[in-house]
């Protein structure tokens, strides 16, 4: 009985392992990002205009990125603060997908 629990929590990890790191990504962007990017990536709070943050939303250079490319932007940004260009690989990684997503937006 415990073999079956334990293949079933299994299959639970392995199938929620994509969706968990789409939450974190657009957690750590609402962590770390979200006061100059806005909760849109548009770049409209006020901190995003005092930095002339870049609007993510409809930037048709960060859809072409590919999720490394973002991440080294965002390491490589002298806009970012330092926190934000350490924050690890782990949490880079989950965020450069919804940060593509936002710039797909319209």
Do not use: W, Y
């Not at 072409?64 to 940004?77: F, G, L, P, S, Y």
């Amino acid at each position: 009985m415990s073999l079956r629990i334990l293949a079933a929590a299994a299959i639970v990890v392995l199938v929620s392992g994509p969706a968990a790191r789409a939450a974190d990504g657009a957690k750590v962007f609402k962590e770390q990002c979200v006061r100059c990017h806005g909760a849109t990536g548009a770049a409209d709070t006020p901190m995003g205009k005092a930095v002339r943050a870049a609007a993510l939303a409809g930037n048709t250079k960060v859809q072409q990125m590919t999720d490394a490319q973002v991440v080294e932007r965002i390491k490589t940004n002298e806009k970012h603060p330092r926190m934000v260009r350490s924050l690890g690989d782990e949490n880079l990684n989950a965020v450069a997908p919804f940060v593509k997503q936002l710039a797909a937006a319209h």
